[in-house]
Each structure stands twice: as structure tokens, then as C-alpha cells.
């Protein structure tokens, strides 16, 4: 599991998905209540190497840091999660407000800081342009006015707005992914675990984004009642529609997605459904 910024996320997903997680202070072996598993946290930038040489089984790491390290791992899924929201991460390459710099070309000679340093390495050699790119330890934004340029991780955008300094190019896209390594994949028994808490951990991130709708309808406005569904509704889903105990009334029931929930409610009031209630999910597996 990965530690840092990432951490209370994931164990936030693990517990949604099912698990029961705990952490200790200072501790570095969470408990999980799985027979025959064991949890260690890394952090995510060295996760994908510590798979690949058999170190663990599986772990939770972002493409970043296996494009980063070059590790052979096989990647079970994508996870549509980050440190505050579900969008992906970018890997920016950013300047002062105030530089002239306006492309990568313009930092021929120039210094570039980065985590990300191996990666920014191959995107400078692939532009044809030398520059010196230096590890950061972080708080690499502070630093973009004591160097040329910086090579950053983004979500919002917002702390590169708080530090008035100005995106030039995206380096990368990175989400979070389930990894493991070719020997535990190529494990009978390994490999249904891993492929079981992909299934969870995908479930409880769909379960975010969707809520349960329930109500009642007479025979007179189901009709009305079904097409505003249906309208808000992918093409592939369909409400359920159960007959009530009371003749001529039924129970209707849809997942959704959360978006549309509010302007749906009062649409589905005005076709005549009655005791509207909505509910969260844990899991939805598709």
C-alpha cells in the first residue's frame, strides 16, 4: 500500500471496498482483516520496483512511477483515484509567471528540477534539447525561481496558481493502478486474490460516482415516471419495476449517476412518483 499522499485515500477505498484496515502510529504493517495476506506500506515511488523483483506480490503505485523506474510489472487494472480527487495527475513542466521561457526549446543550457527525473530526462532528450534536469526532494515549486524551470505534479492546478507560476507543456498523464508481478500472476491462487480485490476496489470507486433511487408510482403515471428514467439512463440500464402489495401501485428502483441525481428528483416528483428516497452505494460491479 502506498504511503504518503496516497495513504489515507487508499485505505479509505480498501475499507469502502470491504476491508476492514488499520494503521498503527508509526507503524509501517497495516492489519487487514484477510487471512494469509500481509500489508507493508511503500512509498508509491519506489512501489513498482520492489513488485517486479518479488519484494511483494501486488501494490498500488501511479503509472508516473512505473514509466519513472521501468519496472516490469503486469498492470491488473486501472484505479480512478488521487490524493483529493478522481481525476488524473500531470506531470507539468512549469515557470515563474514573470519567465520568458514559452516552450521546451527555450530552456537549451537551462537547469529543470523533478522528482520525475528519469522521465524528464527522455522527454528533453526526445525534444533534441540539453538541459541539466536536477532531483528535487520536493516542495519543487518553491525552487522554480532558484532554477529555469521545474517539472511538477498537478491535480487541481491550484498550488502552481498559489506560486504564480505558468504550464508550458504536459509531460504525462498519470492515474493510479493495481500492479503486481509475473510470478504471482502466474499463481492460480494469487492471482484470483488480486483479481477479487481489483473487482472490490473498482466496485467501491463506481460506488462514488452512482446512488440508489427508490419510489413509488401509481398505474396512472408509471408511464411518465419510466421515461424520465429512461432519458437520464445509459442506454444499457433499465429501471426495475416491481408490483406493490396495494393493486394498481408499483416500487421503482435505478442506480444512477450522482450528477444527475438533483435534477432529476424533482422532474420524477412532477411525473407523479411518490416516496422518492435516495440511498449511497458501497459497491457496484458492472
Not at 520492489?50 to 484505479?79: F, K, N, P, Q, S
Not at 483515484?81 to 537549451?108: C, F, I, M, N
Not at 522527454?123 to 538541459?131: C, D, E, R, S
Amino acid at each position: 500500500m502506498p504511503k504518503g499522499s496516497l495513504q489515507e485515500p487508499t485505505i479509505d477505498l480498501f475499507r469502502r471496498a470491504g476491508y476492514d484496515i488499520s494503521v498503527r502510529s508509526r507503524s509501517y504493517e497495516p492489519e487487514i482483516d484477510v487471512d494469509g495476506v500481509a500489508c507493508v506500506m511503500f512509498r508509491a515511488q519506489e512501489m513498482a520496483r520492489y513488485v517486479a523483483d518479488g519484494v511483494i506480490d501486488a501494490g498500488i503505485t501511479g503509472r508516473d512511477w512505473i514509466e519513472e523506474t521501468g519496472a516490469d510489472v503486469h498492470e491488473v487494472c486501472e484505479l480512478s483515484y488521487s490524493r483529493a480527487t478522481e481525476r488524473p495527475v500531470r506531470w507539468v513542466l512549469a515557470v515563474p509567471e514573470e519567465s520568458p521561457v514559452q516552450s521546451a526549446k527555450d530552456l537549451e543550457g537551462g537547469i529543470v528540477a523533478t522528482e520525475l527525473l528519469s522521465y524528464t530526462e527522455r522527454y528533453f532528450a526526445q525534444q533534441g534539447v540539453k538541459a541539466r534536469v536536477e532531483f528535487s526532494w520536493g516542495a519543487t515549486e518553491v525552487k522554480a525561481r532558484l532554477v529555469d524551470a521545474i517539472v511538477d505534479v498537478t491535480e487541481t492546478g491550484s498550488s502552481l496558481r498559489a506560486n504564480k507560476l505558468r504550464i508550458i507543456d504536459t509531460l504525462m498523464t498519470s492515474t493510479t493502478r493495481l500492479v503486481c508481478n509475473h510470478a504471482a500472476w502466474a499463481d492460480p491462487e494469487k492471482r484470483r486474490w488480486i483479481e477479487d480485490l481489483a473487482t472490490l476496489l473498482r466496485g467501491a470507486i463506481a460506488a462514488r460516482r452512482q446512488v440508489g433511487l427508490k419510489m413509488n408510482v401509481a398505474e396512472a403515471e408509471r408511464n411518465a415516471v419510466l421515461e424520465v428514467l429512461t432519458q437520464a439512463l445509459p442506454e444499457a440500464q433499465s429501471p426495475t419495476v416491481n408490483a406493490l402489495h396495494k393493486p394498481g401501485w408499483y416500487a421503482v428502483e435505478v442506480v444512477l449517476d450522482a450528477r444527475v441525481e438533483r435534477e432529476l428528483l424533482p422532474q420524477l416528483q412532477r411525473a407523479g412518483a411518490s416516496s422518492i428516497f435516495s440511498y449511497p452505494l458501497s459497491k457496484v460491479i458492472a
